[in-house]
Protein backbone atom coordinates (compact mmCIF):
# COMPACT_ATOMS: atom_id res chain seq x y z
CA UNK A 1 0.00 0.00 0.00
CA UNK A 2 2.68 1.96 1.02
CA UNK A 3 4.97 1.36 -2.18
CA UNK A 4 1.24 2.31 -4.32
CA UNK A 5 0.76 5.60 -2.41
CA UNK A 6 4.80 6.53 -3.49
CA UNK A 7 4.69 5.67 -7.13
CA UNK A 8 1.99 7.17 -7.30
CA UNK A 9 3.66 10.19 -5.93
CA UNK A 10 6.60 10.11 -7.85
CA UNK A 11 4.50 9.86 -10.89
CA UNK A 12 2.93 13.12 -10.50
CA UNK A 13 5.87 14.93 -9.72
CA UNK A 14 7.18 14.16 -12.41
CA UNK A 15 3.95 14.85 -14.62
CA UNK A 16 4.47 18.14 -13.46
CA UNK A 17 8.21 18.27 -13.61
CA UNK A 18 7.74 17.96 -17.27
CA UNK A 19 4.58 20.33 -17.80
CA UNK A 20 6.82 23.17 -16.40
CA UNK A 21 9.64 22.60 -18.33
CA UNK A 22 8.71 21.66 -21.54
CA UNK A 23 7.60 25.05 -23.18
CA UNK A 24 6.51 25.79 -26.21
CA UNK A 25 8.55 27.11 -28.98
CA UNK A 26 7.62 30.77 -28.84
CA UNK A 27 7.80 30.86 -24.57
CA UNK A 28 11.48 30.23 -25.59
CA UNK A 29 12.38 33.23 -27.34
CA UNK A 30 15.10 35.25 -25.97
CA UNK A 31 14.66 38.34 -24.18
CA UNK A 32 15.93 41.19 -26.91
CA UNK A 33 18.71 43.16 -25.78
CA UNK A 34 18.73 46.85 -25.15
CA UNK A 35 19.26 48.90 -28.06
CA UNK A 36 23.08 50.44 -26.73
CA UNK A 37 23.68 54.09 -26.33
CA UNK A 38 23.67 56.70 -29.22
CA UNK A 39 27.41 56.80 -28.03
CA UNK A 40 28.48 53.33 -28.83
CA UNK A 41 26.46 52.83 -32.07
CA UNK A 42 28.56 55.91 -33.56
CA UNK A 43 31.33 54.21 -32.53
CA UNK A 44 32.75 55.76 -29.19
CA UNK A 45 34.95 58.55 -28.42
CA UNK A 46 37.55 57.92 -31.47
CA UNK A 47 34.64 57.67 -34.31
CA UNK A 48 32.54 61.12 -32.21
CA UNK A 49 36.09 62.86 -32.64
CA UNK A 50 36.94 62.50 -35.78
CA UNK A 51 33.25 63.00 -36.59
CA UNK A 52 33.81 66.62 -34.73
CA UNK A 53 37.01 67.55 -36.45
CA UNK A 54 35.51 66.85 -39.54
CA UNK A 55 32.80 68.83 -38.43
CA UNK A 56 34.93 71.97 -37.81
CA UNK A 57 36.63 71.93 -40.64
CA UNK A 58 33.30 72.11 -42.62
CA UNK A 59 32.36 75.01 -40.52
CA UNK A 60 35.62 76.95 -41.32
CA UNK A 61 35.01 76.60 -45.23
CA UNK A 62 31.69 77.61 -44.97
CA UNK A 63 31.91 80.71 -45.75
CA UNK A 64 28.52 82.11 -44.20
CA UNK A 65 29.40 80.96 -40.72
CA UNK A 66 33.39 80.94 -40.76
CA UNK A 67 33.17 84.80 -39.61
CA UNK A 68 31.87 83.82 -37.09
CA UNK A 69 34.90 81.55 -35.62
CA UNK A 70 37.43 83.58 -36.54
CA UNK A 71 38.60 84.66 -33.48
CA UNK A 72 38.42 80.71 -31.81
CA UNK A 73 40.41 79.70 -35.09
CA UNK A 74 43.10 82.54 -34.65
CA UNK A 75 44.03 81.36 -31.02
CA UNK A 76 45.48 77.78 -30.68
CA UNK A 77 44.39 77.60 -26.95
CA UNK A 78 41.25 78.91 -28.01
CA UNK A 79 40.69 76.85 -30.89
CA UNK A 80 41.61 73.44 -28.37
CA UNK A 81 39.52 74.54 -25.76
CA UNK A 82 36.64 74.83 -28.13
CA UNK A 83 37.07 71.72 -29.99
CA UNK A 84 37.68 69.42 -26.90
CA UNK A 85 34.51 70.98 -25.42
CA UNK A 86 32.70 70.32 -28.70
CA UNK A 87 33.90 66.45 -28.00
CA UNK A 88 32.97 66.32 -24.62
CA UNK A 89 29.52 67.39 -25.34
CA UNK A 90 28.29 65.07 -27.72
CA UNK A 91 30.10 62.61 -26.17
CA UNK A 92 28.31 62.96 -23.12
CA UNK A 93 24.48 64.32 -24.71
CA UNK A 94 24.70 60.67 -26.51
CA UNK A 95 24.93 58.39 -23.58
CA UNK A 96 28.92 58.37 -23.41
CA UNK A 97 30.68 58.08 -20.10
CA UNK A 98 31.58 62.11 -19.81
CA UNK A 99 30.25 65.02 -18.37
CA UNK A 100 30.46 68.21 -20.23
CA UNK A 101 32.00 70.84 -18.06
CA UNK A 102 31.87 73.50 -20.59
CA UNK A 103 29.40 76.50 -20.38
CA UNK A 104 25.45 75.45 -21.65
CA UNK A 105 23.89 76.58 -24.56
CA UNK A 106 22.40 80.06 -24.09
CA UNK A 107 25.16 81.41 -21.78
CA UNK A 108 28.32 80.24 -24.80
CA UNK A 109 26.15 81.75 -27.30
CA UNK A 110 25.05 85.08 -25.30
CA UNK A 111 26.13 88.78 -27.49
CA UNK A 112 26.94 86.40 -30.70
CA UNK A 113 23.44 87.41 -32.07
CA UNK A 114 23.32 84.05 -34.57
CA UNK A 115 20.44 83.61 -36.90
CA UNK A 116 18.33 80.80 -37.35
CA UNK A 117 19.95 80.73 -41.24
CA UNK A 118 23.44 80.52 -39.24
CA UNK A 119 22.31 77.84 -36.92
CA UNK A 120 20.73 75.66 -40.44
CA UNK A 121 24.62 76.26 -41.66
CA UNK A 122 26.10 74.74 -39.18
CA UNK A 123 23.49 71.78 -38.69
CA UNK A 124 24.66 71.50 -42.78
CA UNK A 125 28.05 71.13 -41.87
CA UNK A 126 27.58 68.67 -38.66
CA UNK A 127 25.02 66.44 -41.59
CA UNK A 128 27.89 66.86 -43.82
CA UNK A 129 30.31 65.51 -41.95
CA UNK A 130 28.14 62.47 -40.82
CA UNK A 131 27.73 61.46 -44.36
CA UNK A 132 31.52 61.57 -45.12
CA UNK A 133 31.76 59.22 -41.94
CA UNK A 134 28.88 56.96 -43.58
CA UNK A 135 26.89 57.18 -40.49
CA UNK A 136 23.31 56.05 -41.24
CA UNK A 137 20.36 57.70 -41.23
CA UNK A 138 18.79 57.00 -37.71
CA UNK A 139 21.65 57.98 -35.94
CA UNK A 140 22.11 60.77 -38.01
CA UNK A 141 18.48 61.79 -36.75
CA UNK A 142 18.79 60.93 -33.65
CA UNK A 143 21.81 63.00 -33.36
CA UNK A 144 19.70 66.07 -34.74
CA UNK A 145 16.84 65.10 -32.54
CA UNK A 146 19.48 66.05 -29.34
CA UNK A 147 20.81 68.81 -30.88
CA UNK A 148 17.67 70.44 -32.15
CA UNK A 149 16.03 71.77 -29.37
CA UNK A 150 19.28 73.78 -28.32
CA UNK A 151 17.96 76.17 -31.40
CA UNK A 152 16.48 78.43 -28.70
CA UNK A 153 19.17 78.56 -26.00
CA UNK A 154 21.69 79.79 -29.36
CA UNK A 155 20.03 81.67 -31.82
CA UNK A 156 18.95 85.86 -31.12
CA UNK A 157 20.43 86.93 -28.64
C1 LIG B 1 23.58 72.69 -32.04
C2 LIG B 1 24.39 73.70 -32.37
C3 LIG B 1 25.58 74.12 -31.54
C4 LIG B 1 26.26 73.45 -30.58
C5 LIG B 1 26.00 72.03 -30.04
C6 LIG B 1 27.31 74.32 -30.11
C7 LIG B 1 28.22 73.96 -29.12
C8 LIG B 1 29.16 74.84 -28.62
C9 LIG B 1 30.03 74.55 -27.51
C10 LIG B 1 30.08 73.24 -26.74
C11 LIG B 1 30.81 75.62 -27.29
C12 LIG B 1 31.90 75.80 -26.23
C13 LIG B 1 31.32 76.40 -24.98
C14 LIG B 1 32.40 76.69 -23.95
O1 LIG B 1 33.48 77.15 -24.31
O2 LIG B 1 32.15 76.49 -22.75
C15 LIG B 1 30.44 76.62 -28.28
C16 LIG B 1 31.01 77.86 -28.41
C17 LIG B 1 30.86 78.64 -29.53
N1 LIG B 1 29.92 78.50 -30.51
FE1 LIG B 1 28.54 77.02 -30.63
N2 LIG B 1 27.27 75.47 -30.82
C18 LIG B 1 26.23 75.40 -31.71
C19 LIG B 1 25.85 76.38 -32.60
C20 LIG B 1 26.61 77.45 -32.94
C21 LIG B 1 26.37 78.35 -34.06
C22 LIG B 1 25.19 78.23 -35.02
C23 LIG B 1 27.37 79.27 -34.07
C24 LIG B 1 27.62 80.39 -35.03
C25 LIG B 1 27.33 80.32 -36.31
C26 LIG B 1 28.24 78.97 -32.95
C27 LIG B 1 29.37 79.67 -32.59
C28 LIG B 1 30.11 79.47 -31.45
C29 LIG B 1 31.26 80.29 -31.07
C30 LIG B 1 31.83 81.48 -31.86
C31 LIG B 1 31.72 79.78 -29.85
C32 LIG B 1 32.90 80.31 -29.01
C33 LIG B 1 34.15 79.51 -29.38
C34 LIG B 1 35.32 80.02 -28.57
O3 LIG B 1 35.41 79.73 -27.39
O4 LIG B 1 36.15 80.72 -29.17
N3 LIG B 1 27.75 77.87 -32.28
N4 LIG B 1 29.43 76.11 -29.07
Redesign the pocket.
Known sequence: MRKVTFSVLAGTFAIALLATSCKKEDEMTPTPSPTPSLYTRLGGDGAITAVTDQFIQNVLADPT?AD??A??GA?PY??Q??RE??ID?LCAATGGPYT?K??N?YD??HN?N?TDA??N???AALVAALDQFNVPDAEQNELLGI?GP??TD??GH
Do not use: C, K
Request: hydrophobic residues 60%; proline residues 0%.
Open positions: INFATDRFLFRLQYGAMAHMIEFSLVLMQIV
